[in-house]
């Protein structure tokens, strides 16, 4: 692989009243090239994503919104994947660069969420799902709790196991300033926390968040001539894979298959396994996500990534931190931003710029971004130059 | 260029009331395999193009919907540029055949329309508009007005010259059997229509559509391969550009700078001009669109492109024959299809098989195709073998 990342942004994450979609779209674009110090000229194509603009804030066509607020050069379009379009648009901008095609683009990530009624945004949301699950009044927490329950009944994790991981990621999240949650709770908050969906509690859930996020991605070469290079943060590997949009598609509810072959694209373009990642962000919508995906990234063996979750393994000083920005659960998770978020976080981290929450040593870091219940899924792995 | 097109399919365009958007994804992409002779598992990367779906039909993943139900090989995502998405699906396929990424795409162009009531899709339309024009209660049709009133203030174009476009692209669409409109119409008929937005009336719009189409793009060398290349078609051109969402922000409503770049960028790959070009599929959305896109690519002078619409040179049997599909305007213009659908109209006629609207000996054609106002614009060179 020849890209690295030379520029990285976030926005705050949270309910953000005070600003709109085109808002935070040039806040983190700027944000990204600022950082990386080229300007908007520079950049070849500009890669957007994004799930719900058109629905929630009424603004699709976000590619020539970029022309207009930012006037990045090259072309520029939207990418649309459910909750993974960010990871989709850095796969796209990463692919794009590898391929030669071009040298420098611009990702962002942005959603606009909290401004709408709750009945249109889970509405929204379900435009990730199948007809027939929306037909069957499915809900996102329904459909993950039909997961958990399987999970639970096959290897025998508990509603506390669960609850590990939203703990854990709230821990983490108060040492975020740009997070939507910055409280630590307790397992006993989440096991008394209203029931969503049966095992499924309101604290096992992901927030309604606005944000957004972006990277510069640029080859070595171009990063080389710019003086950049040193101080870039390498792309070791990037994979893409699908599954069936419905559950009732597949032969597994307890495994993602998408994750384990986008996770297996990863390794093989990065010469290594799991073994040698310190550290990693993963699609945590709902708690028994993150516990799915530890085991399909090849982390934990199938029906065991639930026992570390309290141990303190996968907590911050650790053998192999996860969701050290909060994860999507204390972070927040405006959908279309967070797979570029976990990019951002993951820079961050091997540029030991992380401040209370960073990783000692750090040097290979891994994202995991995931639409729907896996109909999509993206697996980055970063590392120190 | 090194790509090829293999495979093309269109549905019926029209009011399609007892299909769903599934199947009509599900029919395109089957019968573009089909007709390449590809089967599923050979697909390295699906595209889809679409703009409304998680508006109007409630479902966005199409990635994931296409894992479902054509179980296709390889990544599949969506890409959304407004009405150009399946224009842009084609050109990233293209790109990412020409970079050797992979060696077979399949792109699909969708969209589902008239399922809803007017105000939702009108709605729905302006998300390819800024913020700003809709809070000043712009319409599509109204924007394009204010383009075509510039143009006819600047050049002396009259209603009728604008009428001649309508009249000639039903002429053209009377012999499509894909056609959601296949009855000729009159100048007189034009101009005794309602007026929507002045000059604009309503025999000037293209309709409201439900359709999809679909085609698989190859590199020459795996068609070499298959035995495919001597019946496929060459792509010597693809250009994407963009121009401002609104139309405030630009220097002249009385052109298209983003069509302008797009085809120079095609015809830069192509090696040779407007000249050479022996028919095309353009952009007519609304009249006005047709002759600022005519002029915009080159085929003849800013100001000049509206004088040629009813002596003949631009309709079947004549010089350059513009919109032989009956062009969005009476083939329809299922936004997210249309791009697309533009290419297997180019397809069909190189492969002398377009019946009663075919063009004598054609062996170049052209695919023009806008998002919004222009934000972005997508131009496809095709050649015979």
Redesign the interface.
């Given at each position: 692989m020849t890209s690295v990342i030379v520029g990285a942004y976030q926005t705050k994450f949270g309910e953000l009243w005070d600003v709109?979609l085109?808002d935070l779209l040039t806040e983190a674009g700027w944000g990204a090239m600022k950082d990386a110090g080229v300007s908007a000229d520079e950049i070849e194509m500009t890669l957007v994503g994004n799930?719900?603009?058109?629905?929630v804030v009424?603004?699709?066509?976000?590619?020539?919104?970029?022309?207009?607020t930012l006037g990045t050069g090259g072309?520029?379009?939207?990418?649309?994947?459910?909750c993974a379009s960010g990871g989709?648009a850095v796969?796209?901008a990463v692919?794009?660069v590898?391929?030669?095609?071009i040298d420098c683009a611009l990702v962002i990530g942005v959603e606009k969420m909290t401004d709408v009624d709750v009945d249109t945004i889970t509405?929204?949301l379900?435009?990730?799902?199948?007809?027939a699950e929306?037909g069957a009044g499915l809900s996102f927490v329904g459909l993950y709790a039909l997961m958990a329950q399987a999970y639970m009944g096959e290897y025998g994790a508990g509603a506390k196991d669960l609850a590990q991981v939203a703990v854990k990621n709230h821990f983490h999240g108060s040492f975020n300033e740009k997070a939507q949650f910055r409280f630590p709770i307790t397992v006993e908050d989440v096991l008394h926390s209203s029931i969503v969906a049966n095992p499924l509690k309101l604290l096992d859930c992901s927030p309604i968040t606005d944000g957004a996020a972006a990277v510069v991605v640029m080859s070595q070469k171009l990063a080389a001539k710019k003086g950049l290079l040193t101080s870039s943060i390498r792309v070791v590997g990037s994979g893409?894979?699908?599954?069936?949009?419905?559950l009732a598609?597949r032969t597994s509810l307890t495994q993602i298959k998408s994750t384990q072959e986008a996770a297996k694209k990863a390794y093989a373009q990065a010469g290594f396994g799991p073994d040698m990642v310190d550290l990693a962000e993963v699609h945590d919508c709902f708690t028994i996500a993150e516990i799915l995906a530890v085991e399909d990234l090849g982390f934990y063996k199938k029906g065991t990534g639930y026992v570390v979750q309290g141990n303190g393994e996968v907590r911050l000083g650790g053998k192999r931190p996860i969701n050290l920005s909060g994860g999507l659960k204390a972070c927040g998770h405006p959908v279309g931003a967070t797979g570029v978020k976990q990019v951002v976080e993951i820079v961050t981290q091997l540029r030991d710029s992380a401040g209370k929450r960073q990783v000692t040593g750090a040097r290979v870091g891994l994202t995991h971004n995931v639409?729907?219940t896996g109909?999509?899924a993206v697996v980055h792995l970063l590392a120190k130059n």
């Amino acid at each position: 692989m020849t890209s690295v990342i030379v520029g990285a942004y976030q926005t705050k994450f949270g309910e953000l009243w005070d600003v709109g979609l085109a808002d935070l779209l040039t806040e983190a674009g700027w944000g990204a090239m600022k950082d990386a110090g080229v300007s908007a000229d520079e950049i070849e194509m500009t890669l957007v994503g994004n799930k719900l603009s058109g629905k929630v804030v009424g603004q699709d066509h976000l590619g020539a919104l970029v022309k207009e607020t930012l006037g990045t050069g090259g072309p520029t379009l939207r990418v649309e994947a459910a909750c993974a379009s960010g990871g989709v648009a850095v796969h796209q901008a990463v692919a794009a660069v590898e391929a030669g095609q071009i040298d420098c683009a611009l990702v962002i990530g942005v959603e606009k969420m909290t401004d709408v009624d709750v009945d249109t945004i889970t509405w929204g949301l379900m435009g990730a799902a199948s007809a027939a699950e929306r037909g069957a009044g499915l809900s996102f927490v329904g459909l993950y709790a039909l997961m958990a329950q399987a999970y639970m009944g096959e290897y025998g994790a508990g509603a506390k196991d669960l609850a590990q991981v939203a703990v854990k990621n709230h821990f983490h999240g108060s040492f975020n300033e740009k997070a939507q949650f910055r409280f630590p709770i307790t397992v006993e908050d989440v096991l008394h926390s209203s029931i969503v969906a049966n095992p499924l509690k309101l604290l096992d859930c992901s927030p309604i968040t606005d944000g957004a996020a972006a990277v510069v991605v640029m080859s070595q070469k171009l990063a080389a001539k710019k003086g950049l290079l040193t101080s870039s943060i390498r792309v070791v590997g990037s994979g893409l894979a699908n599954e069936t949009l419905s559950l009732a598609a597949r032969t597994s509810l307890t495994q993602i298959k998408s994750t384990q072959e986008a996770a297996k694209k990863a390794y093989a373009q990065a010469g290594f396994g799991p073994d040698m990642v310190d550290l990693a962000e993963v699609h945590d919508c709902f708690t028994i996500a993150e516990i799915l995906a530890v085991e399909d990234l090849g982390f934990y063996k199938k029906g065991t990534g639930y026992v570390v979750q309290g141990n303190g393994e996968v907590r911050l000083g650790g053998k192999r931190p996860i969701n050290l920005s909060g994860g999507l659960k204390a972070c927040g998770h405006p959908v279309g931003a967070t797979g570029v978020k976990q990019v951002v976080e993951i820079v961050t981290q091997l540029r030991d710029s992380a401040g209370k929450r960073q990783v000692t040593g750090a040097r290979v870091g891994l994202t995991h971004n995931v639409g729907g219940t896996g109909g999509t899924a993206v697996v980055h792995l970063l590392a120190k130059n």
